[in-house]
Nanobody, 118 residues
Framework: VQLQAFGGGLVQAGGSLRLSCAAS????????MAWFRQAPGKEREDVAA????????FYADSVKGRFTISRDSAKNTVHLQMNSLKPEDTAVYYC????????????WGQGTLVTVSS
């Protein structure tokens, strides 16, 4: 099982980035998927999540209205569209997945760095 995140980079404040996570090794159609981030000196934060059943979503208050999580179960991918980026969004972003029908995020990608300049 492997999760590979990509799409990070350097962007100016107010700009946009789209992160993608490609999952492989098994089907993830019954796994919940999420994006976390960790900024230097800060704890890891759950940014957004999407449930396999019904497609319900969760967003941290800090990104509501700016970030959108989506998934393509047929392609085993999950995306994070980030708009109106702020310097405080600077962090390493990780995608994560649960086991099939699971509730805890046991599978993690390697992370992709997002840097937002002011």
């Amino acid at each position: 099982v492997q999760l590979q995140a990509f799409g990070g980079g350097l962007v100016q404040a107010g700009g946009s980035l789209r992160l993608s996570c490609a999952a492989s090794g098994r089907t993830f159609s019954t796994s919940n998927m999420a994006w976390f981030r960790q900024a230097p000196g800060k704890e890891r934060e759950d940014v957004a999540a999407i449930w396999w059943r019904g497609g319900s979503t969760f967003y941290a208050d800090s990104v509501k209205g700016r970030f959108t999580i989506s998934r393509d179960s047929a392609k085993n991918t999950v995306h994070l569209q980030m708009n109106s980026l702020k310097p405080e969004d600077t962090a390493v972003y990780y995608c994560a997945a649960t086991a099939p029908y699971g509730t805890s995020f046991d599978y993690w990608g390697q992370g992709t760095l997002v840097t937002v300049s002011s």
